[in-house]
C-alpha cells in the first residue's frame, strides 16, 4: 500500500467516492456531484496549511482505491486532529483501509504534531468501528456531529499520541 498525495486531477475520485450511494451510506446518503467537486477544492486548499490528503494505491502502477484524510479540527471547543477514509464499493473488505490508516498513523507519530487523532465513524457503520478496533483505537462515546450539512450518529474514537 502506498498513500500518494491528492491533487487537483484526483477530483474524479472525490466524486465517484462521495456520490456513490453505497460509500456514503454511513454519512447521511450520497452527496450530488457539486457538492463533491466543491468538497474536493476546500480539501486541497487545506492541503496548503497543513492538512493530508492521500489517495491509497495497492500497489505501484495500480489505480488508487479510496482515499484518507488527516486535518486539524475542533472538538467540544477544543483543537484536535481528525481521520476520515473512503474506499471505492469494489475494493472494500480487502484490507486498503486497514493498511492506510496503518501507514498514516505511522507517518503521523513521526511527524509529530498530530497529537491524538480522533474518528467519527457512523455508529452502524460495522468496518470501520472494526478497524478503529483492529488498530487499538479507544472509542470514548457515541455523539451527534455534523458532517456539511448533515448530523450523523457517530462513534467517536481516538488514537493517543504516544501508544
Known amino acids: 500500500m502506498e498513500l500518494q498525495p491528492c491533487t487537483e486531477d484526483d477530483e474524479w475520485l472525490t466524486v465517484a467516492l462521495e456520490t456513490d450511494p453505497r460509500v456514503m451510506a454511513e454519512l447521511g ?18 492541503l496548503k496549511t497543513g492538512s493530508w490528503m492521500f489517495k491509497l494505491v495497492p500497489e505501484p ?10 486535518w486539524p479540527s475542533e472538538w467540544a471547543g477544543e483543537p484536535t486532529s481528525e481521520v476520515g477514509w473512503m474506499v471505492l464499493p469494489e ?21 509529530g504534531r498530530w497529537g491524538d487523532i480522533h474518528a467519527f465513524p457512523g455508529a452502524t457503520n460495522g468496518a470501520s468501528n472494526a478497524l478503529c478496533r483492529k488498530l487499538g483505537v479507544e472509542q470514548l462515546e457515541t455523539v451527534d456531529v455534523a458532517y456539511g450539512d448533515r448530523s450523523l450518529r457517530c462513534n467517536h ?4 499520541a504516544e501508544p
Do not use: N
Open 29 to 46: 446518503g450520497p452527496q450530488i456531484e457539486a457538492y463533491a467537486r466543491g468538497a474536493h477544492r476546500r480539501r486541497i486548499e487545506g
Open 61 to 70: 502502477g495500480a489505480g488508487p482505491v479510496g482515499t484518507i484524510m488527516l
Open 91 to 111: 475494493q472494500q473488505g480487502k484490507g486498503f483501509a486497514s493498511a492506510a490508516l496503518g501507514l498514516l498513523i505511522e507517518r503521523a507519530r513521526d511527524d
Open 157 to 160: 474514537w481516538v488514537l493517543r
